[in-house]
């Protein structure tokens, strides 16, 4: 099983629709991102939470919200999605220890 | 795949030379650096890091260079081959906690 999780996979969806991005991780790292992909700009940071009570904006965090479940969840929810929201969207886990990110394998989203 | 960067620059390497990917960060105060690898249809994986405080990290066939003086990154992959081909991303936490800032990627293709 993949350490961190993402699901769906793949979502269309239509203008106006709330949507949800879930992310479950077995890392046990206390440490969770959502960013956002487009061709050409990199990985946006969209929200972050450094534990369980511990959630912060991003740099685009404009027509999102997030929800901290448990240390091992993370889950990213469009309330009202829009066509420029369509985009790669990438789930990601870090320790205190260890800088580094380990990354989900994404979830395609398509807003028409 | 999904279309992960259309405008990317793009670095063209026959199969067995050395590549050389470039990058370019903007905060003196950032302290770690990492560069990831990208390939279709998967999320980035982590290669190999650096810290502010060092000039040069080796791992397996790469190489890390950070010159903090023209702030500048490089990532030198000896004897690419095929399994080498795809996005490379720098990323930067720029101080006080750890939040990475990615830069927009380089494509790198291999020719047999």
């Known amino acids: 099983d993949a350490d961190v999780t993402q699901t769906p996979r793949n979502r269309i969806t239509k203008t106006g629709k709330r949507i949800m991005l879930e992310c479950s991780q077995t890392?046990?790292?206390?440490?969770m991102y959502w960013y956002r992909q487009d061709p050409g700009l990199g990985l946006r940071l969209i929200y972050y939470?450094?534990?369980?009570?511990?959630?912060n904006k991003g740099e685009i965090s404009d027509g999102y919200s997030v929800s901290r479940q448990a240390q091992a969840k993370f889950s990213l929810s469009l309330e009202s999605a829009i066509p420029n929201q369509t985009a790669l969207y990438f789930c990601?886990?870090?320790?205190?220890?260890?800088?580094?990110?380990?990354f989900g394998s994404g979830t395609r989203l398509t807003v028409v | 795949g999904e279309s992960v960067g259309l405008h990317l620059p793009t670095l063209s390497v026959q199969e067995g030379d050395n590549s050389i990917i470039n990058c370019a960060y903007s905060?003196?105060?950032?302290?770690?650096f990492i560069w990831y690898k990208q390939e279709s249809g998967k999320g980035p994986q982590f290669i190999i890091d650096i810290r502010s405080n060092m000039d040069k990290r080796q791992g397996q066939r790469v190489t890390v260079l950070l010159n903090k003086t023209v702030k500048h990154l490089s990532l030198q992959i000896a004897a690419t081959q095929p399994g080498d081909s795809a996005v490379y991303f720098c990323a930067e936490n720029r101080g006080a906690g750890n939040k990475l800032t990615f830069g927009g990627g380089t494509r790198v293709l291999v020719k047999p």
């Open positions: 890392k046990g790292h206390d440490r």
């Open positions: 990601a886990t870090s320790s205190r220890a260890n800088y580094g990110y380990t």
């Open positions: 905060n003196s105060a950032s302290d770690y």
């Open positions: 939470s450094f534990d369980v009570k511990d959630i």
